[in-house]
T-cell receptor
Framework: GAVVSQHPSWVICKSGTSVKIECRSL??????MFWYRQFPKQSLMLMAT?????????EQGVEKDKFLINHASLTLSTLTVTSAHPEDSSFYIC????????????FGPGTRLTVL | DQQVKQNSPSLSVQEGRISILNCDYT??????FLWYKKYPAEGPTFLIS?????DKNEDGRFTVFLNKSAKHLSLHIVPSQPGDSAVYFC?????????????FGKGTHLIIQP
């Protein structure tokens, strides 16, 4: 089946540093990937839509200069949290659209970010 | 403002009985609805979906019902099994085909008791 991986699975960083999270579709090509964030006991909130070869589309309220998204290939999208602050601590999950599988996004296992 | 609402944070059901999870939405532009199952520290796993042109979709033990006029959908699991214990998220999008990001509810924690 369609598998999406994320790396790292968890990361702890100091306030002010930048952190890069990778999302890979392992056995399919994904022209579109999505980035979500989930706070404890909350729903997954869509942050941005990442399209291969073009700029990402950000949801209202999400700072594009803080959350840099790059979708350089059909199997890889990266999310960089720049100048991270404690309030950025969250569970970040990506999903990828499998063009061969109608009406389904496959989700990665998520990345737990803790900013000290 | 929550566009997809799951008003029951948790639900406890006896093994072998029916589990019914409910979801309401407010955005009339939503045209496609999905249910995901999620374990802690993992990404959601797709369970079943339904488009707005249908009112029922069935896949094995899972059935989703859509009442578009009431902006309500439900997931039925029959019979419930211990492995069904997880958090269930209702999600919606304006287009199918995975083209849009999804709007999720807050989830319902289903506990199947032996």
């Amino acid at each position: 089946g369609a598998v999406v991986s994320q790396h790292p699975s968890w990361v702890i960083c100091k306030s002010g540093t930048s952190v890069k999270i990778e999302c890979r579709s392992l056995d399919f090509q994904a022209t579109t990937m999505f980035w979500y964030r989930q706070f404890p006991k909350q729903s997954l909130m869509l942050m941005a839509t990442s399209n291969e070869g073009s700029k990402a589309t950000y949801e209202q309220g999400v700072e594009k200069d803080k959350f840099l998204i790059n979708h350089a290939s059909l199997t890889l999208s990266t999310l960089t949290v720049t100048s991270a602050h404690p309030e950025d601590s969250s569970f970040y999950i990506c999903s990828a659209r499998d063009m061969g599988s109608y009406n389904e996004q496959f989700f990665g296992p998520g990345t737990r970010l803790t900013v000290l | 403002d929550q566009q997809v609402k799951q008003n029951s944070p948790s639900l406890s059901v006896q093994e072998g009985r029916i589990s019914i999870l409910n979801c309401d939405y407010t955005n009339s532009m939503f045209d496609y609805f999905l249910w995901y199952k999620k374990y802690p520290a993992e990404g959601p796993t797709f369970l079943i979906s339904i488009s707005s042109i249908k009112d029922k979709n069935e896949d094995g033990r899972f059935t989703v019902f859509l009442n578009k006029s009431a902006k309500h959908l439900s997931l039925h699991i029959v019979p419930s099994q211990p492995g069904d214990s997880a958090v269930y998220f209702c999600a919606a999008s304006e287009r199918g085909g995975g083209a849009d990001g999804l709007t999720f509810g807050k989830g319902t924690h289903l506990i199947i008791q032996p």
